[in-house]
Antibody, heavy 121, light 109 residues
Framework: QVQLQESGPGLVKASETLSLTCTVS?????????WGWVRQPPGKGLEWIGD???????DYNPSLKSRVTISLDTSKNQVSLKLSSVTAADTAVYYC??????????????WGQGTMVTVSS | QSVLTQPPSASGTPGQRVTISCSGS????????VYWYQQLPGTAPKLLIY???QRPSGVPDRFSGSKSGTSASLAISGLRSEDEADYYC??????????FGGGTKLTVL
Protein backbone atom coordinates (compact mmCIF):
# COMPACT_ATOMS: atom_id res chain seq x y z
CA GLN A 1 0.00 0.00 0.00
CA VAL A 2 1.03 3.65 -0.35
CA GLN A 3 3.03 4.99 2.57
CA LEU A 4 4.54 8.40 3.26
CA GLN A 5 7.39 9.03 5.69
CA GLU A 6 8.63 12.47 6.67
CA SER A 7 12.22 13.00 7.75
CA GLY A 8 14.54 15.86 8.58
CA PRO A 9 16.10 17.80 11.45
CA GLY A 10 13.94 18.11 14.53
CA LEU A 11 15.62 21.35 15.53
CA VAL A 12 16.26 24.37 13.34
CA LYS A 13 17.74 27.71 14.36
CA ALA A 14 15.75 30.86 13.88
CA SER A 15 16.42 32.68 10.58
CA GLU A 16 17.71 29.47 8.95
CA THR A 17 16.00 27.19 6.42
CA LEU A 18 13.86 24.24 7.44
CA SER A 19 14.31 21.27 5.10
CA LEU A 20 12.14 18.16 5.18
CA THR A 21 11.82 15.14 2.95
CA CYS A 22 8.81 12.92 2.33
CA THR A 23 9.71 9.46 1.09
CA VAL A 24 6.87 7.81 -0.80
CA SER A 25 6.63 4.03 -1.08
CA UNK A 26 4.15 1.92 -2.97
CA UNK A 27 3.50 4.51 -5.67
CA UNK A 28 5.61 6.59 -8.04
CA UNK A 29 5.41 10.31 -7.37
CA UNK A 30 5.14 10.79 -11.13
CA UNK A 31 1.67 9.24 -11.04
CA UNK A 32 -1.20 11.70 -11.48
CA UNK A 33 -1.49 12.92 -7.89
CA UNK A 34 -0.56 15.96 -5.87
CA TRP A 35 1.89 15.84 -2.98
CA GLY A 36 1.25 18.31 -0.22
CA TRP A 37 2.57 19.58 3.06
CA VAL A 38 0.38 20.50 6.03
CA ARG A 39 1.60 21.65 9.42
CA GLN A 40 0.15 21.76 12.92
CA PRO A 41 1.64 23.97 15.68
CA PRO A 42 1.52 22.37 19.13
CA GLY A 43 -2.03 22.36 20.45
CA LYS A 44 -3.36 24.16 17.38
CA GLY A 45 -5.12 23.41 14.11
CA LEU A 46 -4.00 22.40 10.65
CA GLU A 47 -2.44 24.79 8.15
CA TRP A 48 -1.90 23.99 4.47
CA ILE A 49 1.61 24.89 3.32
CA GLY A 50 1.44 23.95 -0.34
CA ASP A 51 1.64 21.14 -2.85
CA UNK A 52 3.19 19.96 -6.06
CA UNK A 53 1.78 17.82 -8.82
CA UNK A 54 3.37 14.95 -10.69
CA UNK A 55 4.78 17.27 -13.33
CA UNK A 56 6.30 19.71 -10.85
CA UNK A 57 3.71 22.49 -10.82
CA UNK A 58 3.38 24.05 -7.40
CA ASP A 59 0.69 25.83 -5.39
CA TYR A 60 1.48 27.60 -2.13
CA ASN A 61 -0.34 29.12 0.81
CA PRO A 62 -0.31 32.86 0.04
CA SER A 63 0.81 33.64 3.59
CA LEU A 64 3.90 31.43 3.23
CA LYS A 65 4.56 31.71 -0.50
CA SER A 66 7.59 33.98 -0.22
CA ARG A 67 9.40 31.47 2.01
CA VAL A 68 8.31 28.07 0.68
CA THR A 69 9.72 25.77 -1.97
CA ILE A 70 8.32 22.30 -2.68
CA SER A 71 10.05 20.05 -5.18
CA LEU A 72 10.20 16.48 -6.46
CA ASP A 73 13.18 14.11 -6.58
CA THR A 74 11.90 11.44 -8.94
CA SER A 75 15.12 9.39 -8.71
CA LYS A 76 14.50 8.86 -5.00
CA ASN A 77 10.68 9.04 -5.12
CA GLN A 78 10.78 11.88 -2.62
CA VAL A 79 9.03 15.20 -2.11
CA SER A 80 10.92 17.95 -0.35
CA LEU A 81 9.89 21.04 1.57
CA LYS A 82 12.07 24.05 2.23
CA LEU A 83 10.90 26.92 4.43
CA SER A 84 13.31 29.82 4.75
CA SER A 85 13.83 32.46 7.44
CA VAL A 86 12.06 30.42 10.10
CA THR A 87 10.86 31.82 13.41
CA ALA A 88 9.33 30.30 16.52
CA ALA A 89 5.95 30.53 14.79
CA ASP A 90 7.11 27.82 12.39
CA THR A 91 7.44 25.29 15.21
CA ALA A 92 5.00 22.53 14.33
CA VAL A 93 4.40 18.96 13.32
CA TYR A 94 4.85 18.81 9.56
CA TYR A 95 2.78 16.29 7.61
CA CYS A 96 3.28 15.07 4.09
CA UNK A 97 0.12 14.06 2.26
CA UNK A 98 -1.01 12.63 -1.04
CA UNK A 99 -3.87 14.52 -2.61
CA UNK A 100 -6.31 13.83 -5.37
CA UNK A 101 -7.12 16.87 -7.44
CA UNK A 102 -10.77 17.78 -6.85
CA UNK A 103 -10.91 21.00 -8.80
CA UNK A 104 -10.39 23.54 -7.57
CA UNK A 105 -9.44 21.89 -4.27
CA UNK A 106 -7.80 18.70 -3.12
CA UNK A 107 -8.71 15.52 -1.28
CA UNK A 108 -5.88 14.69 1.12
CA UNK A 109 -6.41 10.95 1.30
CA UNK A 110 -3.13 9.55 2.56
CA TRP A 111 -0.97 11.12 5.26
CA GLY A 112 2.44 10.50 6.72
CA GLN A 113 2.86 10.16 10.46
CA GLY A 114 4.30 13.66 10.74
CA THR A 115 7.57 15.00 12.03
CA MET A 116 8.03 17.58 14.79
CA VAL A 117 10.22 20.56 14.01
CA THR A 118 11.21 23.03 16.71
CA VAL A 119 12.69 26.42 15.88
CA SER A 120 15.19 27.57 18.47
CA SER A 121 16.26 31.15 19.05
CA GLN B 1 -8.77 33.02 13.95
CA SER B 2 -9.70 30.59 11.18
CA VAL B 3 -11.73 31.70 8.18
CA LEU B 4 -13.73 28.49 8.55
CA THR B 5 -15.37 28.64 11.97
CA GLN B 6 -15.93 25.53 14.04
CA PRO B 7 -17.01 25.23 17.67
CA PRO B 8 -13.91 24.44 19.75
CA SER B 9 -15.60 21.56 21.51
CA ALA B 10 -18.51 19.15 21.33
CA SER B 11 -19.58 16.23 23.44
CA GLY B 12 -22.02 13.37 23.63
CA THR B 13 -22.69 10.09 25.35
CA PRO B 14 -22.30 6.69 23.72
CA GLY B 15 -25.09 5.98 21.26
CA GLN B 16 -26.02 9.63 20.84
CA ARG B 17 -25.98 11.66 17.66
CA VAL B 18 -23.74 14.72 17.59
CA THR B 19 -23.20 17.34 14.95
CA ILE B 20 -20.25 19.63 14.33
CA SER B 21 -20.73 22.79 12.33
CA CYS B 22 -18.38 24.62 9.99
CA SER B 23 -19.22 28.15 8.91
CA GLY B 24 -17.58 29.94 6.02
CA SER B 25 -18.45 32.36 3.25
CA UNK B 26 -19.38 32.54 -0.41
CA UNK B 27 -15.72 32.43 -1.45
CA UNK B 28 -15.11 29.05 0.18
CA UNK B 29 -17.92 26.81 1.42
CA UNK B 30 -20.50 28.74 -0.56
CA UNK B 31 -18.91 27.84 -3.89
CA UNK B 32 -16.76 24.76 -3.30
CA UNK B 33 -16.75 21.31 -1.77
CA VAL B 34 -16.30 20.69 1.93
CA TYR B 35 -14.08 17.99 3.36
CA TRP B 36 -13.86 16.59 6.87
CA TYR B 37 -10.83 15.08 8.60
CA GLN B 38 -10.63 13.12 11.84
CA GLN B 39 -7.49 13.32 13.97
CA LEU B 40 -7.27 10.78 16.75
CA PRO B 41 -5.00 11.74 19.65
CA GLY B 42 -1.33 11.66 18.68
CA THR B 43 -1.98 10.60 15.10
CA ALA B 44 -2.11 12.12 11.63
CA PRO B 45 -5.41 13.40 10.20
CA LYS B 46 -7.58 10.94 8.31
CA LEU B 47 -9.99 11.74 5.51
CA LEU B 48 -13.55 11.25 6.74
CA ILE B 49 -15.81 13.01 4.22
CA TYR B 50 -15.11 14.45 0.77
CA UNK B 51 -17.26 16.41 -1.67
CA UNK B 52 -19.61 17.51 1.12
CA UNK B 53 -21.15 14.11 1.84
CA GLN B 54 -19.11 11.29 0.31
CA ARG B 55 -17.43 8.69 2.51
CA PRO B 56 -14.17 7.02 1.50
CA SER B 57 -14.23 3.25 1.64
CA GLY B 58 -13.76 2.04 5.18
CA VAL B 59 -15.44 5.00 6.86
CA PRO B 60 -18.54 3.81 8.74
CA ASP B 61 -21.89 5.14 7.62
CA ARG B 62 -22.34 6.53 11.13
CA PHE B 63 -20.44 9.51 9.76
CA SER B 64 -22.28 11.82 7.37
CA GLY B 65 -21.71 15.26 5.94
CA SER B 66 -23.99 17.94 4.62
CA LYS B 67 -23.73 21.45 3.24
CA SER B 68 -26.17 24.31 2.94
CA GLY B 69 -25.20 27.71 1.63
CA THR B 70 -22.04 28.85 3.40
CA SER B 71 -22.18 26.27 6.19
CA ALA B 72 -21.50 22.59 6.50
CA SER B 73 -22.05 19.96 9.16
CA LEU B 74 -20.59 16.65 10.17
CA ALA B 75 -22.95 14.28 11.95
CA ILE B 76 -21.90 11.25 13.93
CA SER B 77 -24.64 8.85 14.93
CA GLY B 78 -24.36 5.96 17.37
CA LEU B 79 -21.46 7.72 19.08
CA ARG B 80 -18.64 5.45 20.26
CA SER B 81 -15.72 6.01 22.59
CA GLU B 82 -13.31 5.58 19.69
CA ASP B 83 -14.86 8.62 17.99
CA GLU B 84 -13.19 10.86 20.56
CA ALA B 85 -10.93 12.97 18.38
CA ASP B 86 -10.40 16.36 16.80
CA TYR B 87 -12.45 17.05 13.68
CA TYR B 88 -11.49 19.55 11.00
CA CYS B 89 -13.49 20.88 8.09
CA UNK B 90 -11.69 22.07 4.98
CA UNK B 91 -12.59 23.89 1.80
CA UNK B 92 -11.02 25.67 -1.14
CA UNK B 93 -11.09 29.45 -1.01
CA UNK B 94 -10.87 31.61 -4.09
CA UNK B 95 -8.20 33.84 -2.53
CA UNK B 96 -6.68 31.83 0.31
CA UNK B 97 -6.51 28.47 -1.48
CA UNK B 98 -6.78 25.48 0.93
CA UNK B 99 -8.46 26.33 4.22
CA PHE B 100 -8.89 24.26 7.35
CA GLY B 101 -11.29 25.08 10.13
CA GLY B 102 -9.92 25.62 13.61
CA GLY B 103 -10.96 22.14 14.68
CA THR B 104 -13.52 20.72 17.10
CA LYS B 105 -12.51 18.50 19.97
CA LEU B 106 -15.15 15.81 20.44
CA THR B 107 -15.43 14.26 23.88
CA VAL B 108 -17.39 11.07 24.47
CA LEU B 109 -18.73 11.29 27.99
Amino acid sequence: QVQLQESGPGLVKASETLSLTCTVSGLSITTDYYWGWVRQPPGKGLEWIGDINHSGSTDYNPSLKSRVTISLDTSKNQVSLKLSSVTAADTAVYYCSRANGDYPGYIFDIWGQGTMVTVSS
Amino acid sequence: QSVLTQPPSASGTPGQRVTISCSGSRSNIGSNYVYWYQQLPGTAPKLLIYRNNQRPSGVPDRFSGSKSGTSASLAISGLRSEDEADYYCAAWDVRLRVLFGGGTKLTVL
